[in-house]
């Protein structure tokens, strides 16, 4: 089966430019998670989707970061302004359903450097 | 709050020789705990989850309440065993994980 797709893979930005990635998941999956990953991090979620409504945002910015996910399938995560403690990877990942088989498959990931 | 600690941020063996990766986590309640891999130029990929108390790839890993550990090991390494290792933690209830820093591991030849 095709893994979850993003785009674009990288993005150069200068800061208080905005920017979007776009994360497709796995056919059939309801839940879809944007975790933020800080050189020398582990991945940390910003926000997580069960079909198209928010199950978890709490620690998303909300000043300057938002997601969508309209129809329940693609999602945006966007930055606007965008500062510099923002340079990370964006990683996307999906999970089929709920429950304790619940296991996320990863994106390869968008890479963000604000300048 | 939950917390996943990987005390070790780069960790070099030799071939052949036992490797243990160290994770101790903080939470209250009873946890499920994973360990993911991401090798070089691929995307992060589930390598064991203590539910399953079973061996992939050589790795196993026991859960140790008591010690609130989760320790990833294997008896001899192999070169492509060099990847950055990640411990994961999901809470009761919830779908998120709680990522640890992380364990860069180099089998040398």
């Known amino acids: 089966e095709a893994g979850v797709a993003q785009s674009p893979r990288y993005k150069i930005i200068e800061k208080r430019q905005s920017v979007a990635f776009w994360c497709n998941p796995i056919?059939?999956?309801?839940?879809l998670y944007w975790y933020q990953q800080i050189l020398g991090q582990g991945p940390k979620l910003l926000i997580q989707?069960?079909?198209?409504?928010?199950?978890?945002d709490s620690q998303l910015p909300k000043d300057r970061f938002s997601a969508e996910r309209l129809k329940g399938v693609d999602s945006t995560l966007k930055i606007q302004p965008a500062k510099l403690e923002d340079s990370a990877v964006y990683l996307c990942?999906?999970?089929?359903?709920?429950?304790?088989?619940?296991?996320?498959?990863f994106g390869a990931g968008t890479r963000l450097s604000v300048l | 709050a939950q917390r996943v600690t990987q005390p070790e941020k780069l960790l070099s063996v030799f071939k052949g020789a036992p490797v243990e990766l160290k994770c101790n986590y903080s939470?209250?309640?009873?946890?499920?705990l994973f360990w993911y891999v991401q090798y070089s130029r691929q995307r992060l990929q589930l390598l064991l989850r203590?539910?399953s108390r079973e061996s992939i790839k050589g790795f196993t890993a026991d859960l140790n309440k008591g010690e609130t550990s989760f320790h990833l090991k294997k008896p001899f390494a192999q070169e492509e065993d060099s990847a950055m290792y990640y411990c994961?933690?999901?809470?009761?209830?919830?779908?998120?994980?709680?990522f640890g820093q992380g364990t860069r591991l180099t089998i040398n030849p």
């Open positions: 990942a999906s999970s089929p359903h709920v429950g304790r088989e619940n296991i996320q498959y």
């Open positions: 989707f069960q079909n198209n409504g928010v199950v978890d």
């Open positions: 056919s059939g999956h309801a839940t």
């Open positions: 203590h539910i």
């Open positions: 939470y209250s309640g009873s946890p499920e």
């Open positions: 994961a933690l999901r809470v009761q209830g919830a779908q998120k994980l709680v």
